[in-house]
T-cell receptor
Framework: DTAVSQTPKYLVTQMGNDKSIKCEQNLGHDTMYWYKQDSKKFLKIMFSYNNKELIINETVPNRFSPKSPDKAHLNLHINSLELGDSAVYFC?????????????????FGPGTRLTVL | GEDVEQSLFLSVREGDSSVINCTYTDSSSTYLYWYKQEPGAGLQLLTYIFSNMDMKQDQRLTVLLNKKDKHLSLRIADTQTGDSAIYFCAVMDSSYKLIFGSGTRLLVRP
């Protein structure tokens, strides 16, 4: 199946731990994104990579570090997890960055990873 | 920066029309989107509109854009129980980032 996939789907961990969320897309897209959706469903972009290069980096604590080993993968590593990091994290991809909704350029979203920090 | 606002909740009866509203602040926004999120799933792009358009129709969906008032709406005709979901308005800002509203939870009653 062609899609954006994320692992794990659920992640429950203790405060202070370090964890990673993985994202893969097999759509052949050049650009990938990480979004955070808080408990009130507010969705906000965190990072964007285009061809393994960081192009969008919102005001996110430096405990969050994205890593893109190749253009099909964008992983999110979080150090020293805090209670406020609890959220659903969505990965997305699109054909081209910095462009509008041309045919085929919409963002495709993964199913999300629900992170719970205890 | 861009700010996008939506009402939180809408309840309609099956077969009625639903209208979900959204307001935004940046008048230079060029692309405006509607996404649907079903429980436990990611966001699915429903439709979009360019800022030089007033209306776009796509089957049961009608998008209306009032650029003067910075108001966007999504009308779903003949709403079905399968339309129950959270609907997000999103606006592309001047740096091509998608800025999302807080989502409107649509509940369709049988």
């Amino acid at each position: 199946d062609t899609a954006v996939s994320q692992t794990p789907k659920y992640l429950v961990t203790q405060m202070g731990n370090d964890k990673s969320i993985k994202c893969e897309q097999n759509l052949g897209h050049d650009t990938m994104y990480w979004y955070k959706q808080d408990s009130k469903k507010f969705l906000k972009i965190m990072f964007s990579y285009n061809n393994k290069e960081l192009i969008i980096n919102e005001t996110v604590p430096n405990r969050f570090s994205p890593k893109s080993p190749d253009k099909a993968h964008l992983n999110l590593h979080i150090n020293s997890l805090e209670l406020g990091d609890s959220a659903v994290y969505f990965c997305a991809s699109s054909q081209v960055v910095l462009a509008g909704p041309y045919p085929g350029n919409e963002q495709f979203f993964g199913p999300g990873t629900r992170l719970t920090v205890l | 920066g861009e700010d996008v606002e939506q009402s939180l909740f809408l309840s309609v009866r099956e077969g009625d029309s639903s209208v979900i509203n959204c307001t935004y602040t940046d008048s230079s926004s060029t692309y405006l989107y509607w996404y649907k999120q079903e429980p436990g799933a990611g966001l699915q792009l429903l439709t979009y509109i360019f800022s030089n358009m007033d209306m776009k129709q796509d089957q049961r969906l009608t998008v209306l854009l009032n650029k003067k008032d910075k108001h966007l709406s999504l009308r779903i005709a003949d709403t079905q129980t399968g339309d129950s979901a959270i609907y997000f308005c999103a606006v592309m800002d001047s740096s091509y980032k998608l800025i999302f509203g807080s989502g409107t939870r649509l509940l369709v009653r049988p």
